[in-house]
């Protein structure tokens, strides 16, 4: 079959193809259909979508692009409480069906991811199942049974089975789990960090393994609370949680971060939203008032190439735990924004909503700059 060459643009959920750079599109792709996602080795910076009916070799016109792409598809299709780590680090994707688990029999359908570290089975069903995790270390066998498209692997511990869609996702998948567990053995050995260990468990992106800065755990709290229960939150940010429960939020959120009484329905997800926003406000600036003007001069450069340059420099002179603390956040908003059809938060809902919050004004620059941020987050942040 002739292979045809288009541009494609992600846009929500959504990969329009045209023949040209900004022309029309000539065919769409629901991403809710894509099947699998796999890295392709090389140079090239290329990644591989797998539907029912089609394979599509995608790429990107450096790392960066790479990165975003990639990124933006599985927060796409994947289910809600998949970690930044296992997302930016995954190299293999494919939605599967658990047919056994550690002996029993087991029947539900989930997304398998292969990254860093290990392998994750996120379950579609959340609320009835468990997300199960493997450190690649940790596999004593693995095999590929090509007739009924299944992938078993084996701890100490556990098997866990599982059948995939079709045959081509199955092989490929296998292919990248025998080529990660090589790599991984003639790697030499690394002394565990904590910094690893955190970052499996993040509900945001790390920036690299040798950054430093720490977040306060107030909004660490709050950011894993509303990315558990409150993305698909209609306004969620915008709406105003209960004065007298933010308040009260607020004051335990000073104190007492681990214990803060944080309710898990819409009207919880509100209070903590409002109350996110208080506590920031009441820090001392993440963006110093030293500092806040060459923001601005940044925001109204009018070369994107060079404007993103300036964030980026921007951001290095912050000190460690304010650019760690604003990356946990904007890796947060981009995350609530993916799903801006279903809480009708867009980029720019949020940036009308958080300016005053980091800035303490409002005016169109900083708007953009915010949006910006959002949007392009892995490109700033994780690059």
Request: charged content about 20%; aromatic content about 6%; some cysteine.
């Amino acid at each position: 079959e002739e292979e045809e060459e288009l541009h494609g643009k992600l846009e929500e959920d959504r990969f329009l193809f045209s023949l040209e750079n900004d022309s029309a599109a000539c065919d769409v792709l629901d991403l809710r259909e894509v099947l699998s996602v796999f890295l392709k080795d090389g140079p090239a910076h290329e990644f591989e979508m797998v539907t029912l009916s089609d394979q599509l070799i995608c790429a990107a016109d450096n790392k960066e692009g790479l990165l975003t792409h990639l990124v933006h598809i599985l927060k796409v299709i994947l289910p809600g409480g998949v970690s930044y780590a296992e997302v930016g680090g995954a190299s293999a994707v494919s939605k599967v069906f658990v047919v056994e688990v550690g002996g029993a029999s087991s029947y539900s359908d989930a997304w398998l991811l292969l990254w860093e570290d290990g392998v994750s089975v996120h379950p579609i069903q959340r609320h009835t199942q468990q997300t199960l995790r493997m450190e690649l270390g940790a596999l004593s066998h693995h095999e590929m049974d090509p007739s009924e498209n299944i992938i078993t692997m084996v701890t100490a511990d556990r098997s866990v089975s599982l059948r995939f869609e079709e045959q081509h996702s199955c092989q490929s998948w296998f292919n990248h789990l025998q080529r990660a567990l090589t790599n991984q053995r003639a790697a030499p050995q690394r002394p565990p960090a904590a910094s690893h260990s955190s970052a499996r468990q993040s509900l945001y992106p790390v920036m690299d393994v040798g950054s430093t800065g720490s977040v306060p755990p107030a909004i660490e709290r709050c950011i894993s609370h509303i990315t558990t229960y409150g993305l698909k939150v209609e306004g969620v940010y915008r709406r105003c949680g209960l004065a007298v429960k933010v308040t009260r939020l607020v004051e335990a959120l000073m104190t007492s971060p681990s214990s803060a009484p944080l309710e898990s329905d819409e009207q919880g997800v509100l209070d903590a939203g409002s109350a996110l926003k208080q506590y920031v406000r009441q820090q001392e600036s993440l963006i110093p008032d030293r500092v806040r003007q060459q923001w601005l001069q940044a925001a109204v450069i009018s070369d994107e190439r060079s404007r993103f340059s300036a964030y980026r420099r921007l951001l290095r002179q912050l000190p460690d735990d304010n650019r760690a603390t604003l990356n946990a956040l904007f890796g947060h908003f981009y995350m609530v924004q993916v799903l801006s059809q279903v809480n009708r938060m867009s980029a720019q809902n949020l940036a009308l909503v958080l300016v005053p919050t980091l800035f303490q004004t409002l005016n169109q620059d900083l708007l953009r700059l915010t949006r910006e941020f959002i949007i392009h987050h892995t490109l700033l942040f994780l690059v």
